[in-house]
């Protein structure tokens, strides 16, 4: 079978943004984030052959999974570290002091976020990081719509749950 490299093109420009989105949001950096989508999809065009379409969201749930695959080959050859030089250039018209409670609330979220199972923050990242939907979210974990509902509900009391703590 031969790729289409056109068709395979128009695949990257339609699913791109939002594999980048999930990969920045697993990162919290935006250049890794655009090297670990273009591998992503380089696996993606070289297991595409083996791939047999049956639906727009399964294909959707199969770019996913590489793109998980990825992020997670990538912390197992390097070390977790925390990119602060992300924060300080975020909008130069906000004061030094606003970017630092900026980087603060970030790294609360992100120590939270490790109190969650793993199906929990994979369920809270689709939703808020990425934007998909319940039903979207459903196809690519294999679970119904209602179990979606709850498992981002449960992740969300317990996010609420351990900030409260922190804070308290």
Same mark, same amino acid.
């Given at each position: 079978?031969?790729? !289409?490299?056109e068709?395979?093109?128009? +695949? ?7 594999? *980048?989105?999930?990969?920045?949001? *697993?990162? $919290?950096?935006?250049?890794l @984030?655009e090297d670990?989508?273009?591998q992503?999809?380089? #696996?993606?065009?070289d ?6 379409h049956?639906s727009?969201?399964?294909?959707t749930?199969?770019l996913y ?7 997670v080959? $990538?912390w197992?050859?390097?070390r ?7 924060? +300080? +250039?975020?909008?130069?018209s906000?004061?030094?002091?606003? *970017?630092? !409670? @900026? ?10 976020? #490790? $109190?969650?199972?793993? !199906?929990q #923050? ?6 808020f @990081?990425?934007?998909?939907?319940h039903?979207?979210i459903?196809?690519l974990m ?5 179990a979606v509902?709850?498992?981002q509900?449960r992740?969300? @009391? ?5 900030? *409260?703590?922190?804070?308290?």
């Open positions: 079978m031969r790729l !289409d490299r068709a395979f093109g128009e +695949l990257y420009r339609l699913f791109a943004p939002k594999i *980048q989105r999930f990969i920045a949001y *697993q990162t $919290h950096d935006r250049v @984030a670990l989508t273009n992503t999809f380089i #696996r993606a065009m297991a595409i052959a083996r791939y047999e049956r727009t969201g399964e294909f749930a199969w999974r590489i793109a998980k695959n990825v992020v080959d $990538h197992r050859a390097a977790d570290t925390v990119p602060l030089e992300e924060g +300080l +250039l975020a909008n130069p906000d004061t030094l002091d606003s *970017q630092f !409670d @900026a980087i603060s609330r970030r790294e609360e979220l992100r120590k939270a976020m #490790r $109190h969650l199972t793993d !199906d #923050r994979e369920v809270i990242t689709y939703r @990081a990425v934007g998909l939907s039903a979207e459903g196809r294999g679970r119904n719509e209602p509902r709850a498992l509900f992740a969300i @009391a317990a996010l609420r749950n351990v900030l *409260q703590g922190d804070s308290a």
